[in-house]
């Protein structure tokens, strides 16, 4: 005890420590522990929206790829259905080309065989004719009859 004294300790040390441990437990109960509790809240908001944001980041870039992926699947099967169609297309123009030509020249032909049968009829009609036109012509440029 001597000690304590001799150190300034005397009767008022226990009211002293009584007055801080109230102090104290008021202080942890008022004061550190909402403002731990608010230290804590701000750094979940922005520590953890940091990491949200870093994963979502992140999950946004992984859809947009897979996005492109798909795209480009459906962009080849799209190309391949529509050059298998106009494949197809072209072949049956080409058919039906083909197949026009072929009428348009069997039509031609039969025009050309009916014209030369008329060539022909004509020709023997004018063949029949042609006495009677030239004595016609030839009265005409004596000036008389000659048919008799």
């Excluded at 099967?77 to 072209?90: C, N, P, V, Y």
């Excluded at 009829?121 to 004018?126: I, S, V, Y």
Aim: proline fraction near 1%; aromatic fraction near 6%; charge should be neutral.
């Amino acid at each position: 005890m001597e000690l304590l004294r001799s150190l300034g300790v005397n009767s008022t040390f226990w009211i002293q420590v009584g007055c801080f441990i109230v102090s104290f437990l008021s202080l942890t109960q008022l004061v550190f522990k909402p403002y731990f509790r608010a230290h804590q809240e701000r750094e979940k908001r922005t520590v953890g929206n940091e990491e949200t944001a870093t994963r979502l980041i992140q999950e946004a870039t992984d859809l947009h790829h897979q996005y492109e992926q798909r795209a480009k699947t459906v962009n080849s099967q799209i190309k391949s259905a529509f050059d298998a169609s106009r494949g197809e297309a072209q072949k049956e123009y080409d058919q039906l080309v083909q197949n026009a030509r072929g009428q348009a020249q069997s039509l031609l032909e039969e025009s050309r065989e009916a014209l030369s049968t008329q060539i022909q009829t004509a020709r023997k009609q004018l063949s029949a004719e042609i006495p009677a036109v030239s004595m016609a012509i030839a009265s005409r440029l004596a000036g008389k009859d000659l048919s008799q």
